[in-house]
């Protein structure tokens, strides 16, 4: 079975501070991890996905995310926050098998952003 | 737009009732995936379709059943409704080559379900 688990379900950063967000996962096979943005009252808006090319992901929004399969982590980060980066943020987790690709979601993390 | 449709957006039913939720795929895509999110247990697999067959299936209740028709669309049936059925229910869809695809996966913007 896969799991996820993301440190922290709030985060509060000042505006132009850094941005740390932090996943780990379980996975006993390769897995393709996966970062999405939720706004209030609003669907899932993938940020970016990991699947198997480069280890650091560059995604919309000045976002990235780094894979180290040593520390089992998929860290997303971004330089600077912007009052417009205040939503949840989670973490998720696959794998390509013939019984069904469902993504495995972290418990979320809501970033507030002070000026 | 996401390419994914969900209606309703709302849904204000009483208990014990029965509702159903639709979902249109993005084009394309033959997986449809349904989630609940709640407060108490965060976003929550329920099923999966792909090209009309059940491929997966999660911690969904005796009480929901979900069907994908020949058109692709999937609908999402919950019965005997309880307060704690109240949540977000999102339907998400992907192609078959979902790993090498730009977009991987696509959410709905839900529909949120209000049991009274």
């Known amino acids: 079975a896969q799991s996820v688990t993301q440190l922290g379900s709030h985060v509060s950063v000042s505006e132009g501070a850094l941005v740390l967000l932090r996943c780990n996962y379980s996975s006993s096979v390769p897995p393709y991890l996966f970062w999405y943005v939720q706004y209030p009252n609003q669907g899932l808006q993938l940020l970016l996905k990991y699947t198997s090319a480069a280890t650091l992901v560059k995604g919309i929004n000045g976002f990235e995310a780094e894979f180290k399969k040593s520390e089992t982590s998929f860290h997303l980060t971004k330089p600077s926050a912007h009052m417009s980066d205040a939503a949840e943020y989670f973490c998720?987790?696959?794998?390509?098998?013939?019984?069904?690709?469902?993504?495995?979601f972290g418990g979320g993390t809501r970033v507030l952003v002070k000026p | 737009d996401s390419g994914v449709t969900q209606t309703p957006k709302h849904l204000i039913t009483a208990t014990g009732q029965r509702v159903t939720l639709r979902c249109s795929p993005r084009?394309?895509?033959?997986?449809v995936y349904w989630y609940q999110q709640s407060l108490d247990q965060g976003l929550q697999f329920l099923i999966q379709y792909y090209n009309g067959e059940e491929r997966a299936k999660g911690n969904i209740l005796e009480r929901f059943s979900a069907q994908q028709f020949p058109d692709l669309h999937s609908e999402l049936n919950l019965s005997s409704l309880e307060l704690g059925d109240s949540a977000l229910y999102f339907c998400?869809?992907?192609?078959?080559?979902?790993?090498?695809?730009?977009?991987?996966?696509?959410f709905g913007s839900g529909t949120r379900l209000t049991v009274v």
């Open positions: 998720a987790v696959t794998r390509r098998e013939a019984a069904g690709n469902k993504l495995t």
């Open positions: 084009s394309g895509d033959l997986s």
């Open positions: 998400a869809s992907s192609p078959p080559d979902w790993d090498r695809s730009n977009y991987g996966y696509t």
